[in-house]
């Protein structure tokens, strides 16, 4: 993802008695109008409450999943026992995911929900990738008989799972144990396979090459410039599109959080300055592990949606365990713009020295560390808005 409106205004933070001025000089009603009071609710957020009966209740958890710019580039269709995973080609990132994996990878974040919601209603899922030669949009069926329910931890994370943006505890480390059970998660290494970094010097290395990216990637105005559309400042925009990145999912305290959203909205400009600023005080300084979701071929759209289904179920069992988590895939999204536009491959280079290996392409880069700021929910279009008839 590239800028995601970061609005963390502690410069203009003074303590609580700012928000006190801030509502009686008139704010009340901006700060009204743009949610400050209404955190995670309203029909934006109903999907996060709510689990219908049946193949709709299937359709809500998987469009909870993880999606690149909260794009949520997905449409089902339902059958009598099945239901159709179709990609939503109007909802791509252009030149920040110009090969489209960032879509197949949230595509296949929605189906590892699916299967997960599935077999906890007593539905056994037969999935069959991409049925129709013909049509790449067409990821999956999911072919659903009935057995007894099995109940996952996995599928009670489902509505509790948010990327967490906010900083990590710096004095807590990954344990060898949970980077075990993390690479366990992984049922088959032959396509897919997750390389986890927890090394001090591991760390500095792919931090500054984090950074690196992100400064190049403000830098590229075509680039950069896909992010005001998926960022969502108003809490009037958050309800008529129920996508996009909000500053709720910024991770900041609770104040700052309320001042920003009172406050006129940032530019672009300030925006990416202080989106850089974050990442290198907050998202890479706190980081106690990174990891990187790799694939054989990155070419092969099958692959790219396995591994969304293993970050799917990372982030999930990670939230059982009380962990945080945040996608940062500036170093991929410049890969692949390097090779779209035919540029020398700094930063496809970069991923390859930092992987010690040719055989394995990161797609999905995060870092992880135990929160000390709570995660909030994210806006989603609810099954309603998703369905399709054709
Ligand atoms: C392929 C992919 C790329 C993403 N890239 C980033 C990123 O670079 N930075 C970031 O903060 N979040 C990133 N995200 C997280 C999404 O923004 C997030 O999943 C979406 O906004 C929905 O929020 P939720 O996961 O909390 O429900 C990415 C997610 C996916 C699936």
């Given at each position: 993802?590239?800028?995601?409106?970061?609005?963390?205004?502690?410069?203009?933070?003074?303590?609580?008695?700012?928000?006190?001025?801030?509502?009686?000089?008139?704010?009340?009603?901006?700060?009204?109008?743009?949610?400050v009071f209404?955190?995670?609710?309203?029909p934006?957020?109903?999907?996060?409450?709510?689990?219908?009966?049946?193949l709709?209740?299937?359709?809500?958890?998987?469009?909870?999943?993880?999606n690149?710019?909260?794009?949520?580039?997905?449409?089902?269709k339902?059958?009598?026992?099945?239901?159709e995973l179709?990609?939503?080609?109007?909802?791509?990132?252009?030149?920040?995911?110009?090969?489209l994996?960032?879509?197949?990878?949230?595509?296949?974040c929605?189906?590892?929900?699916?299967?997960?919601?599935?077999?906890?209603?007593?539905?056994?899922?037969?999935?069959t990738?991409?049925?129709?030669?013909?049509?790449?949009n067409?990821?999956?069926?999911?072919?659903l008989?009935?057995?007894?329910?099995l109940?996952?931890?996995?599928?009670?994370?489902?509505?509790?799972?948010?990327?967490?943006?906010g900083?990590y505890?710096?004095?807590r480390?990954?344990?060898?144990?949970i980077?075990?059970s993390?690479?366990?998660?992984?049922?088959?290494?032959?396509?897919?396979?997750l390389?986890m970094?927890d090394?001090q010097?591991?760390?500095?290395?792919?931090?500054?090459?984090?950074?690196?990216?992100t400064?190049?990637?403000?830098?590229?105005?075509?680039?950069?410039?896909?992010?005001?559309?998926?960022?969502?400042?108003?809490?009037?925009?958050?309800?008529?599109?129920?996508d996009?990145?909000?500053t709720?999912?910024q991770?900041?305290?609770?104040l700052?959080?309320?001042?920003a959203k009172?406050?006129?909205?940032?530019?672009?400009?300030q925006?990416?300055?202080?989106?850089l600023?974050?990442?290198?005080?907050k998202?890479?300084?706190?980081?106690?592990?990174?990891?990187?979701?790799?694939?054989?071929?990155?070419?092969?759209?099958?692959q790219?949606?396995k591994?969304?289904?293993?970050?799917?179920?990372l982030?999930l069992?990670?939230?059982?365990k009380?962990?945080?988590?945040?996608?940062?895939?500036?170093?991929?999204?410049r890969?692949?713009?390097?090779?779209?536009?035919?540029?020398?491959?700094v930063?496809g280079?970069?991923?390859?020295?930092?992987?010690?290996?040719?055989?394995?392409?990161?797609?999905i880069?995060f870092?992880?560390?135990?929160?000390?700021i709570?995660?909030?929910?994210?806006?989603?279009?609810p099954v309603?808005?998703?369905?399709?008839?054709?």
């Amino acid at each position: 993802m590239g800028n995601i409106a970061l609005i963390n205004r502690r410069n203009f933070l003074k303590g609580s008695a700012i928000i006190g001025s801030v509502v009686v000089a008139g704010g009340f009603w901006r700060a009204a109008e743009n949610g400050v009071f209404s955190t995670g609710k309203g029909p934006a957020y109903t999907a996060w409450e709510t689990s219908p009966n049946g193949l709709d209740g299937l359709v809500n958890a998987a469009l909870l999943a993880a999606n690149a710019h909260n794009a949520q580039p997905w449409l089902f269709k339902l059958g009598n026992s099945s239901i159709e995973l179709k990609a939503d080609t109007g909802r791509n990132l252009g030149p920040v995911d110009p090969y489209l994996r960032e879509m197949y990878i949230s595509l296949g974040c929605a189906l590892e929900n699916l299967i997960i919601a599935a077999k906890e209603n007593g539905y056994s899922p037969i999935i069959t990738y991409f049925p129709d030669q013909q049509d790449i949009n067409y990821i999956a069926k999911i072919d659903l008989t009935t057995m007894k329910p099995l109940h996952m931890e996995l599928y009670d994370a489902i509505p509790k799972r948010h990327m967490n943006r906010g900083p990590y505890d710096t004095t807590r480390d990954i344990t060898q144990e949970i980077i075990v059970s993390l690479m366990n998660l992984n049922i088959d290494n032959s396509e897919v396979k997750l390389f986890m970094f927890d090394s001090q010097q591991d760390k500095l290395k792919i931090g500054q090459a984090m950074i690196e990216a992100t400064q190049t990637l403000i830098s590229d105005k075509e680039q950069i410039g896909v992010d005001p559309k998926w960022t969502r400042q108003s809490w009037q925009d958050i309800e008529k599109y129920k996508d996009g990145i909000t500053t709720d999912a910024q991770g900041l305290p609770t104040l700052t959080r309320m001042i920003a959203k009172i406050l006129p909205p940032l530019s672009p400009e300030q925006n990416n300055q202080f989106w850089l600023n974050t990442l290198k005080n907050k998202h890479v300084a706190t980081a106690a592990a990174f990891g990187f979701v790799t694939v054989r071929d990155p070419q092969d759209y099958l692959q790219v949606v396995k591994a969304g289904q293993l970050w799917q179920r990372l982030h999930l069992w990670a939230t059982t365990k009380g962990l945080g988590m945040q996608i940062m895939n500036q170093l991929s999204e410049r890969r692949d713009r390097e090779v779209s536009l035919n540029l020398t491959p700094v930063f496809g280079e970069k991923l390859r020295e930092i992987l010690g290996t040719s055989e394995w392409h990161s797609i999905i880069q995060f870092r992880m560390g135990y929160p000390t700021i709570e995660a909030l929910p994210s806006p989603r279009r609810p099954v309603k808005d998703v369905l399709v008839s054709i």
